[in-house]
């Protein structure tokens, strides 16, 4: 079986990394900057920025005077190849000989595409999914590395080259594509070569005397004449650890001392490698042949094996070993990069130290009341109260605003405001007693109204305001309760909506 090999070319990666991360720039025009020769020198640059005519090796003052709003950030130095290297491991489950290149991935595909049915499936498939998470990518299939990397380019036919189309696919490319020296390529524009095919009918001695051995080279790796090794990356090894036992373990106390054991082992490599787990899986194979499994979760990654052992231990009480516990086995199924800091003399309040100690007590909590039972909000920008939270996704998360620290809110808030039977003395006034789910609530107390607006933009609501109400009834129960719209409309209806503490 001949070889096939696939290069995947990232067109904006660094760009649409950023993107993903900060989806504010996706309609910015914005490029990656670092200094150069005593220049700051255009790096990367996003798609809406290229349509302006800026390209990367630009001098960003160059750009800036085409794009005079054009947003400049700092290169990150290694980030393109950092994410290449992520990108391949995520691609292992498509070929198991994966190469990084400057710009892209190079994949021996060789065998593995009858398992997406024929060639073209298995290249729609790798490039939709890279696509739908993001990246611009743009891909082609070939008997060799060089014309997959060259039709990925600069092809203008169809992406999957087969043996029959091999050399003719060649012919009809620009000099570029051999992956070989700019001066080379101006070279053989001054000299009239502006395809390959114009260089076939040459001698290879007259060819290597006026280019050198590395456009031969590059030449006849294209063709296949010449084999080009590539430097496959390993797959990443699963985090996983196991201690076998001698005698069947029964008792709590030896339990948590084996889990320590893991914990141990696991961190140790984690810590190594700038990892953290964010969740582990622990597995007791019981004498009896049941299975024990065991899940903790953190917020934040984390190798601190004694952090992850208090988590654990509130777990212990669950573990039934019956007759004994043979063999444990500990599986971190998420693990991310753990973010390094400088330690700090003294512990300041919102410092990265004090953020650690939340993350641990909120891991102790979630891990005993389940995690889904915790939330956390940011406030966001509306003066509707039922639009003007969200909820973090992390711990990380910092907010885009400040809180609004005017009128006090309710401690809890409902998700949809809900309708009441409300008596007032005057269409202004707060309510005598309201009626709300059969229960009938006396007014003892209330404050003045506070009028809450929508944003214009938003026209099913532009007519529209409410009349909020602190209350309290007689029992020292206090509301959040609100009028809509204007008492002359006759389509006023009072709505309950928080609850204070």
């Given at each position: 079986m001949g070889r096939r090999y696939v290069s995947l070319w990232f067109r904006h990666l660094l760009t649409d990394w950023l993107t993903l991360r900060q989806p504010e720039l996706k309609d910015v025009p914005f490029i990656l900057v670092a200094p150069e020769k005593n220049r700051l020198i255009v790096k990367a640059a996003n798609h809406l920025t290229e349509s302006y005519g800026i390209s990367t090796g630009m001098a960003a003052a160059d750009a800036r005077a085409v794009v005079p709003d054009l947003k400049v950030l700092d290169a990150e130095p290694g980030k393109a190849e950092e994410i290449l290297k992520k990108a391949a491991a995520w691609c292992i489950r498509y070929s198991p000989l994966i190469a990084v290149d400057a710009d892209g991935l190079l994949l021996d595909i060789t065998g593995c595409t009858h398992l997406w049915g024929s060639e073209k499936?298995?290249?729609r498939s790798l490039i939709k999914t890279l696509i739908t998470k993001g990246y611009d990518v743009r891909g082609a299939m070939a008997d060799t590395v060089g014309l997959a990397w060259a039709v990925?380019?600069?092809?203008?036919?169809?992406?999957?080259?087969?043996?029959?189309?091999?050399?003719?696919?060649?012919?009809?490319?620009?000099?570029?594509?051999?992956?070989?020296e700019s001066e080379t390529v101006d070279l053989l524009y001054k000299l009239g070569f502006f395809t390959v095919g114009q260089l076939m009918g040459?001698?290879?001695?007259?060819?290597?005397r006026r280019f050198g051995n590395s456009f031969l080279l590059r030449l006849h790796q294209a063709l296949g004449n010449v084999d080009e090794p590539l430097q496959y990356i390993h797959p990443v090894e699963a985090y996983h650890v196991r201690l076998p036992f001698l005698e069947p373990i029964r008792t709590a106390e030896v339990i948590e001392k084996a889990i320590n054991t893991l914990l141990k082992m696991m961190c140790e490599r984690l810590s190594s490698e700038g990892n953290g787990?964010?969740?582990?899986?622990?597995?007791?194979?019981?004498?009896?042949?049941?299975?024990?499994?065991?899940?903790?979760?953190?917020?934040?990654?984390?190798?601190?094996?004694?952090?992850?052992?208090?988590?654990?231990?509130?777990?212990?009480?669950?573990i039934e070993p019956a007759l004994g516990i043979e063999l444990f086995t500990l599986d971190a199924f998420k693990v991310e990069e753990v973010e390094h800091k400088q330690e700090n003399l003294w512990l300041l309040e919102g410092s990265d130290e004090s953020t650690d100690a939340l993350a641990g007590l909120l891991d102790r909590i979630g891990n005993k009341i389940g995690a889904q039972n915790i939330h956390r909000y940011l406030p966001q920008a509306s003066y509707w109260p039922e639009r003007s939270i969200k909820q973090a996704l992390s711990l990380t998360d910092q907010p885009e605003m400040d809180w609004n620290n005017g009128r006090p809110r309710?401690?809890?808030?409902?998700k949809y405001p809900q309708r009441i039977e409300v008596m007032a003395l005057l269409p202004d006034d707060p309510p005598k007693h309201f009626v709300w789910k059969g229960q009938k609530h006396i007014i003892k107390k209330a404050d003045d109204a506070e009028r809450i607006e929508p944003e214009w933009w938003q026209h099913a609501d532009r007519h529209k305001h409410r009349d909020y109400y602190m209350i309290e009834d007689e029992k020292g129960?206090?509301?959040?309760?609100?009028?809509?719209?204007?008492?002359?409309?006759?389509?006023?209806?009072?709505?309950?909506?928080?609850?204070?503490?």
């Open positions: 499936d298995y290249l990925a380019r600069y092809g203008k036919q169809k992406p999957i080259i087969t043996t029959q189309e091999h050399q003719q696919a060649l012919l009809t490319l620009p000099p570029e594509a051999l992956r070989i040459h001698e290879r001695s007259a060819l290597r787990l964010r969740k582990a899986v622990l597995k007791g194979y019981r004498v009896d042949g049941h299975l024990t499994e065991t899940v903790i979760g953190t917020n934040k990654p984390s190798n601190n094996a004694a952090h992850l052992l208090k988590l654990f231990a509130l777990k212990i009480p669950n309710p401690s809890l808030l409902l129960c206090r509301y959040w309760v609100f009028r809509s719209g204007h008492h002359q409309g006759g389509d006023t209806r009072w709505y309950l909506h928080g609850f204070f503490a």
